[in-house]
T-cell receptor, first 110, second 114 residues
């Protein structure tokens, strides 16, 4: 079945550092891909998404490009802030089926 | 715009007690609705989903059940809670045309079973 694998955390960075959180997927057909963010004590919020190959999703300085050739959707940000500390989930939707990665906890230190 | 509500926000219950968590969605009709559980430090586990009133699909066997008495209401229940039911419960919806591609989550209910 379809699945999402993302890099294990936790990830700890200093403020203004470059962030990459790797995400790869396994799916038949042409899934849509998502990144969600969960701040402490809250539900998941959609961060960005891409619906077809080579699409780039972007929001709040975060970016991810749908790479069908490598089945990847890595999350990047050029300069992280303390307020970016959260858990990040990669997800895919294929027809009516939605799959989430295990989540990666990011801590940004001042 | 669409809004999703969950209550209560937090709940502490003794083992063996019943449970009822409620989720409602505003601003959309005939959404697909989902219940997820997130155990401490872990990812999301899909528990139930519903494509319409009275239609419930269960993803994992457990002592929980779900019901959808109205189009925009989704209830998670248990007759007798177990310690292992502790976790963060998230309701989500997925809409129709133009919104069908994405799930949107509620604020969650943190359940502690003692």
């Amino acid at each position: 079945g379809d699945s999402v694998t993302q890099m294990e955390g936790p990830v700890t960075l200093s403020e203004e550092a470059f962030l990459t959180i790797n995400c790869t997927y396994t799916a038949t057909g042409y899934p849509s891909l998502f990144w969600y963010v969960q701040y402490p004590g809250e539900g998941l919020q959609l961060l960005l998404k891409a619906t077809k190959a080579d699409d780039k999703g972007s929001n709040k300085g975060f970016e991810a490009t749908y790479r069908k050739e490598t089945t990847s959707f890595h999350l990047e940000k050029g300069s992280v802030q303390v307020s970016d500390s959260a858990v990040y989930f990669c997800a895919l939707r294929n027809n009516n089926d939605m799959r989430f990665g295990a989540g990666t906890r990011l801590t940004v230190k001042p | 715009s669409q809004t999703i509500h969950q209550w209560p926000a937090t709940l502490v219950q003794p083992v063996g007690s019943p449970l009822s968590l409620e989720c409602t969605v505003e601003g959309t009709s005939n959404p697909n609705l989902y219940w997820y559980r997130q155990a401490a430090g872990r990812g999301l586990q899909l528990l139930f989903y519903s494509v319409g009133i009275g239609q419930i699909s269960s993803e994992v066997p457990q002592n929980l059940s779900a019901s959808r008495p109205q189009d925009r209401q989704f209830i998670l229940s248990s007759k007798k809670l177990l310690l292992s039911d502790s976790g963060f419960y998230l309701c989500a919806w997925r809409g129709g045309l133009g919104l069908a591609d994405t799930q949107y989550f509620g604020p969650g209910t943190r359940l502690t079973v003692l």
